[in-house]
T-cell receptor, first 115, second 110 residues
Framework: DAGVIQSPRHEVTEMGQEVTLRCKPI?????LFWYRQTMMRGLELLIY????????DSGMPEDRFSAKMPNASFSTLKIQPSEPRDSAVYFC?????????????FGNGTRLTVT | EDQVTQSPEALRLQEGESSSLNCSYT??????LFWYRQDPGKGPEFLFT???AGEEKEKERLKATLTKKESFLHITAPKPEDSATYLC???????????FGKGTRLSVIA
């Protein structure tokens, strides 16, 4: 299995622009998570899906952030408009059920820089 | 609210110098404690899951242990390739998503 695939690996954009991050989870996994990692705050959960349905988006910073999962093999995280404080590494992760013994499998992240 | 605190923030060891990383947690009913390794520019990679106090898991030079309040990741005779950030995470009895600590950056010098 290729693992969780994220694109792009790096994104540099100007403040005010729209940014779309993409994720392909591991085939067969029914949970998908979006995390954001910064030095100050570590890994923070933004939103997660179960069977393509958003379950909890309370970690989404504000209305500028939105996420979709149109099918079991694809998810997007969109920021519109982007701001410099959104600069971080964004990780997508998937797992097979949320049983206590089910670890998350992470992609290699998208490093976002907003100037 | 579930909380995970890792210490130290950074640790520098000589090759062969054994040490331990700490993960203290506050959680409403622990269902699992997870250790991950993260290399620069990569996503976290799963190492171990511990479920109950007294449990131990080993992988090569790494051994993870669990008490009711904390977990330790013991590194025996580390090598430079063990250099990475080690992350700890917990899952509570409500089966909510993992809550992560900020990690310990380990550097092993030859």
């Amino acid at each position: 299995d290729a693992g969780v695939i994220q694109s792009p690996r790096h994104e540099v954009t100007e403040m005010g622009q729209e940014v779309t991050l993409r994720c392909k989870p591991i085939s067969g996994h029914d949970y998908l998570f979006w995390y954001r990692q910064t030095m100050m705050r570590g890994l923070e959960l933004l939103i997660y899906f179960n069977n393509n349905v958003p379950i909890d988006d309370s970690g989404m910073p504000e209305d500028r952030f939105s996420a979709k999962m149109p099918n079991a093999s694809f998810s997007t995280l969109k920021i519109q408009p982007s701001e410099p404080r959104d600069s971080a590494v964004y990780f997508c992760a998937s797992s097979f059920s949320q049983r206590y013994n089910s670890p998350l499998h992470f992609g290699n992240g998208t490093r976002l820089t907003v100037t | 609210e579930d909380q995970v605190t890792q210490s130290p923030e950074a640790l520098r060891l000589q090759e062969g110098e054994s040490s331990s990383l700490n993960c203290s947690y506050t959680v409403s009913g622990l269902r699992g404690l997870f250790w991950y390794r993260q290399d620069p520019g990569k996503g976290p990679e799963f190492l171990f899951t511990l479920y109950s106090a007294g449990e131990e898991k080993e992988k090569e030079r790494l051994k993870a242990t669990l008490t009711k309040k904390e977990s330790f990741l013991h590194i025996t005779a580390p090598k430079p390739e063990d250099s990475a950030t080690y992350l700890c995470a917990v899952r509570n009895s409500g089966n909510t998503p993992l809550v992560f600590g900020k990690g310990t950056r380990l550097s092993v010098i030859a």
